[in-house]
DNA sequence: AGCAACAAGTTACAATTGCAACCATTCGGC
DNA sequence: GCCGAATGGTTGCAATTGTAACTTGTTGCT
């Protein structure tokens, strides 16, 4: 039996930028937000931020700004910027804690309601076909893929 | 037999955001990306996109710039401005074509031969550590996916 | 040869993003 | 109760990025 060689996949630290893993990450990441971002913020006139904010709302109302933030994997100012786009367009109400009057409370108003049912399906409807040639054991394994990368590079942050 | 209910993982139309994949896939791309800038942008003064041109002209020397820009997924502004900045640094070298004096020829210079085989070790060390709790059939399955979705992807555009 | 169409690359400008400093309010110790 | 630290949120500024228009050079057609 003879020492194995180096793997076959790529020499020693000779790097394919097309095999590597974060720039192939980054390119497809890219092109779903890309096509994401055509098929909704064209049409309903929704950044993708925007969107974010309104779908956390849209499950979970009354979030304050910070517990939107920790949602949608935003920063505190991403949120603000985008929150107030949206009470510029009339889509979120604001008001504030009386507990504690830093904190806002924020909640659709019944036109980002109807952005929101409008939008959900066409997103939906995105990932659904994005996801049809995969097989149910594909779409599980993507699934838990991202979940273990992610908490791996959330550690190694 | 009775008719089957809604598959388990989600309800009709109601979108969580936590669930949904091109969120995930941003999330995950984003902190990647992160992380990697940190490892060598700043040791190194490498944004992204030099580091992507640095890398491929690496691997395939005297690129011009709209050849460069096809092998790492940026358009030609982006890899200009890239250009730019290795040049400013000198660690690029750039000559133009006498068959075609509109193309460039570009080629690392002594100095960008350094910093890619110091940054490319970073870069695959980087990339190892994210993927090492993964089975091997995970990182075969990984592989497959994201080529599979980014075709995908493509085609939807 | 002359000119329209096209390709390579750059530049200018607008929109987006990221970061740091900043107010306002609340909390914790004393 | 008071003061320094911490939290929620916003604002301003610089850096990054995207888009369109432009320049220079080439090609193909006549």
Redesign the pocket.
């Known amino acids: 039996m003879t020492i194995k060689k180096t793997s076959g996949r790529r020499t020693a630290d000779k790097l394919h930028l097309e095999q590597f893993i974060p720039f192939r990450l980054s390119v497809l990441s890219?092109l779903v937000s890309i096509n994401i971002a055509r098929a909704y913020a064209r049409e309903f006139d929704l950044?993708?931020?925007e969107w974010r904010v309104l779908a956390v709302l849209a499950r979970y109302p009354q979030l304050?700004?910070?517990?939107?933030?920790e949602r949608t994997a935003?920063?505190?100012?991403?949120?603000?910027?985008a929150?107030?786009s949206l009470l510029n367009a009339r889509r979120l109400v604001?008001t504030y804690d009386s507990?504690?009057?830093?904190?806002?409370v924020l909640r659709l108003s019944t036109s980002g309601q109807s952005v929101y049912t409008r939008v959900a399906p066409l997103a939906l409807a995105y990932e659904k076909k994005l996801l049809a040639t995969l097989s149910p054991a594909d779409r599980q394994a993507l699934d838990r893929l991202i979940t273990q990368l992610s908490t791996r590079a959330g550690l190694m942050a």
Do not use: H, L, T, W
């Not at 304050?64 to 933030?69: H, M, R, T």
């Not at 935003?74 to 910027?81: L, Y």
């Not at 507990?99 to 806002?104: G, W």
């Open positions: 890219n950044s993708i931020p304050s700004a910070v517990e939107v933030a935003m920063d505190k100012v991403a949120v603000s910027r929150v107030q604001r507990e504690d009057r830093r904190r806002s």
